[in-house]
C-alpha cells in the first residue's frame, strides 16, 4: 500500500522554522506508530505518534525537529473511510521548542479497491502559539484545506497529486497581518522490496499577507520550492522508520 499523502501537523512549517537566508540542503530522520481499536459496526478508536529531526548542511540555527500525537474515531464505509482527530504537536528550531501546535482535523479518503486513482480530502483548523518571546509575533489561528488522488502507475508505484489553501489569522501582532497561502504537492513512491519503499515529493508555495509592510511600503509576498527524498522501511504492520534528504 502505498502512502496517501495528507499532511501532518510537522509538516506544516512556518517562516519561523525555515532558512529564509539562502538555499541550503538536510538530511533527516522521521518515524512513526499508528493503532486502532475496533469499536464495533464500521468505527474504530485510532491513535498514533511521530517525530521528525532535520540537520541542515549549513545554516545549523533551522535546523528543526518535533514530536507529534493524534487520538480520534473512525469510520469505513462502503466506499470512504472518514477520520476525526485531535492532534498535538511541538516543534524544535536550532535546538529549542519554538513551536506548540493543537488542531482538530477530518480527513477522508477514497477506499482503493481496484480502481486506479484513489481521492483524499482534509480540514485541519487550529493555532499555532510560540514560547520563545522573540517567535510570538508568528503566533496565529489557521485553517488548511486541501485535496487529492493517489494514481497507480503499476504495481509497485503510485503518483500522488494535492493541492492546498491555508488561511493563517494573526494573534501575534505580526506588522504583515494574516497570510493566505496555496501549495502543490507532487508524489511519487515506489516499492524496493517487502520493506523498504522510495518516496520523493516536490512542493511549491506561494503566498501573501494582507497588510502593506510598514518599512518597505509594500504587501509581502513569499514563494518556496521544496524537494524531498526519503527511504521509508516498514519495521511492524503499523510502524515505520524514514531516512530524508
Known sequence: QSQVF???????????????????????LDGGAEAARPLGGAYALIAGAEFAVRKNTHESDFDVGGIA??????????????????????NTLG?????????????????AGGAATQRFGFLHMGAYRH???????????FTTL????????????????????TKENDEGGNPNGDRFGTAIRL???RAISRNLRFSAVYGFLTSRYELQDVAFL???KDRRNDLEGMLRYQIGPRLEIRFEG
Open 95 to 111: 535546538g529549542r521548542t519554538s513551536r506548540r501546535v493543537s488542531a482538530v482535523s477530518l480527513d477522508i479518503t477514497e477506499k
Open 146 to 165: 486541501g485535496g487529492g488522488s493517489n494514481i497507480r502507475i503499476d504495481e509497485k508505484s503510485t503518483g500522488t497529486v494535492m493541492f492546498l489553501a
Open 218 to 220: 509594500v504587501t509581502r
Open 187 to 189: 508524489g511519487f513512491d
Open 131 to 141: 514560547p520563545p518571546e522573540d517567535l510570538k509575533i508568528f503566533d496565529a489561528n
Open 69 to 90: 500525537a493524534n487520538l480520534g474515531l473512525a469510520r469505513t464505509g462502503e466506499r470512504y473511510i472518514v477520520r476525526g482527530l485531535l492532534q498535538g504537536a511541538v
Open 6 to 28: 495528507v499532511p501532518s501537523l510537522l509538516a506544516v512549517l512556518q517562516l519561523s522554522d525555515q532558512n529564509v537566508r539562502k538555499g541550503d540542503s538536510f538530511t533527516g
